[in-house]
T-cell receptor, first 112, second 114 residues
């Protein structure tokens, strides 16, 4: 079945890099997404990667995909206090139901 | 350009009542999806609509229904509300609703059932 797993908490110091990890089970997933959710807010699209790519970089964000191990990571360089939020990994399921399947989210705390 | 807009932002209903939530997608986007996010969880898929037709339905009871209008806006209806329906309801907008589309979310509608 479909499942997306993430570690629940991550704490880093301001200025350090953050790495948020995600594993997924659906080998037919074509696109994998990262979203950010601040308290009381909706979901902000950060980036997404196609499954035939190994890496995608966008300013401070780097996404790494290991398709063999079904492992996805999001690296945030020079983490700032404004990066404190919950980060969700989601995979696109393109079967009968065209939908995103989500992890539980990783709560990132950035300490000054 | 406006992003995905949802209304109302917050509402309180009592058990047994009915609620209608509204969503306007990004201009030019033809697909709208609805997700339910319970506190502390990831979103769960409810419906996807494209060109006014239902293209996907999640594992939710028949109390949940939706529709999409000719202008691509959408409504989510929930009948006979239960306490467990309390959640953030998120609307997602994408161009075609298929793989590879960027998917944008609104700020959500917070529903509290008492």
């Amino acid at each position: 079945g479909e499942d997306v797993e993430q570690s629940l908490f991550l704490s880093v110091r301001e200025g350090d890099s953050s790495v948020i990890n995600c594993t997924y089970t659906d080998s037919s997933s074509t696109y994998l997404y990262w979203y950010k959710q601040e308290p009381g807010a909706g979901l902000q699209l950060l980036t997404y990667i196609f499954s035939n790519m190994d890496m995608k970089q966008d300013q401070r964000l780097t996404v790494l995909l290991n398709k063999k191990d079904k492992h996805l990571s999001l690296r945030i360089a020079d983490t700032q206090t404004g990066d404190s939020a919950i980060y969700f990994c989601a995979e696109w399921e393109a079967g009968n139901n065209r939908k995103l399947i989500w992890g539980l989210g990783t709560s990132l705390a950035v300490n000054p | 350009d406006a992003g995905v807009t949802q209304s109302p932002t917050h509402l309180i209903k009592t058990r047994g009542q009915q609620v209608t939530l509204r969503c306007s997608p990004i201009s030019g986007h033809k697909s709208v999806s609805w997700y339910q996010q319970v506190l502390g969880q990831g979103p769960q898929f409810i419906f996807q609509y494209y060109e006014k037709e239902e293209r996907g339905r999640g594992n939710f009871p028949d109390r949940f229904s939706a529709r999409q209008f000719p202008n691509y806006s959408s409504e989510l209806n929930v009948n006979a509300l239960l306490l467990g329906d309390s959640a953030l309801y998120l609307c997602a907008s994408s161009l075609l609703g298929t793989a590879g589309n960027t998917i944008y979310f609104g700020e959500g509608s917070w529903l509290t059932v008492v």
